[in-house]
């Protein structure tokens, strides 16, 4: 189904997962989306390596989700690097899958791609959503990637919002942003994102603090911040202590949201169970 669709009717409880690289970890995930499927997310998503790094493997996890669980299913495209022949191909697939959804992505470059397989067809996302509308017409609800605390290569957030506008004028039909953990970031983003005209859903991204380390090396890749005092409570504490901590805050985090009316919670579950159990179970 189309989450643009879903979206005219309700609120959204989405998970989001990455192709696994190793053969255990894939069990582990096999496992994590049979045992999710209890929860009935309204759709679930499956991320797109680097250029394009994991297409088959994103394709592979894609029609799992679809035709073995039956979840609406939601595929990560990017666009760096790609040609318009190789989106095509993509599309192309996802009909084949009657899968109705694409976030469509600009990526970033891998440091490791060879120079003749980087093509420069595609610059931002904008481009990837004008072009998949251009070849597909109304066929797929489109999503897009907002920053409640601004793109790190942005020079400023009103540039970024101007960024988001384009790919929503050129055909997207809703949102879902960067994890943050700070409600107010959310809040304001939201404030200045529907002051520019854009009237799209916009879906909150959430990502738990299972530890601290990796919470850290997220943010630092993604220019999203933790709160000091959470920092302060986190530093020191054991590894089971952050975890309980991380999943409070997270729980705590997604109620306030939840209560201010926000039109959908997308949960970047790491491909973990028992987290994403948790937090589903003691928001709502
Ligand atoms: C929900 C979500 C899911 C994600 N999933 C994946 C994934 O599966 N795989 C993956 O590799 N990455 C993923 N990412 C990360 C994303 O690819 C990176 O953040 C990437 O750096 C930017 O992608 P974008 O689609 O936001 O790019 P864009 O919207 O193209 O923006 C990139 C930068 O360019 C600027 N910009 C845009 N248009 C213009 C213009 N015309 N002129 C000047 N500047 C402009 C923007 O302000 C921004 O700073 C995800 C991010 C989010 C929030």
Not at 187 to 208: Q, T
């Amino acid at each position: 189904m189309k989450i643009s669709d879903i979206l005219k009717a309700k609120r959204t409880v989405s998970f989001e997962f990455f192709p696994p690289k190793k053969e255990e970890t894939e069990q582990v995930l096999f496992k994590t989306i049979k045992d999710l499927r209890k929860y009935n997310p309204d759709f679930v998503s499956v991320t797109y390596g680097a250029g394009g790094s994991t297409r088959d493997k994103t394709l592979e996890w894609t029609k799992c989700m679809k035709q073995e669980h039956d979840y609406s299913v939601m595929m990560h495209l990017t666009c760096v690097a790609a040609s318009e022949q190789k989106i095509e191909a993509v599309t192309d697939s996802l009909t084949g899958l009657q899968v109705d959804n694409i976030l469509a992505l600009r990526g970033d470059m891998p440091d490791d791609m060879p120079k003749e397989d980087i093509s420069d067809e595609f610059q931002y996302a904008s481009d990837l959503v004008r072009y998949i509308r251009k070849t597909t017409g109304d066929k797929f609800s489109i999503g897009v990637a907002g920053y409640p605390e601004k793109h790190t290569e942005a020079k400023s957030m009103e540039a970024d919002i101007e960024s988001l506008k384009r790919k929503v004028d050129e055909g997207a039909d809703f949102i879902i942003t960067q994890l943050f953990f700070d409600n107010y970031h959310f809040y304001n983003y939201l404030e200045k994102v529907r002051a520019v005209g854009i009237d799209v859903p916009i879906i909150a991204g959430i990502m738990p603090i299972l530890n601290l380390s990796q919470a850290v090396r997220f943010t630092q890749m993604c220019g999203a911040t933790i709160p000091k005092p959470l920092v302060a409570k986190l530093d020191g504490a054991t590894v089971e202590d952050q975890y309980k901590i991380g999943m409070e805050f997270a729980a705590k985090q997604c109620g306030g949201l939840w209560a201010s009316g926000v039109e959908g919670l997308h949960f970047y579950t790491l491909n973990k169970y028992n987290a994403t159990e948790e937090l589903i179970k003691s928001v709502f």
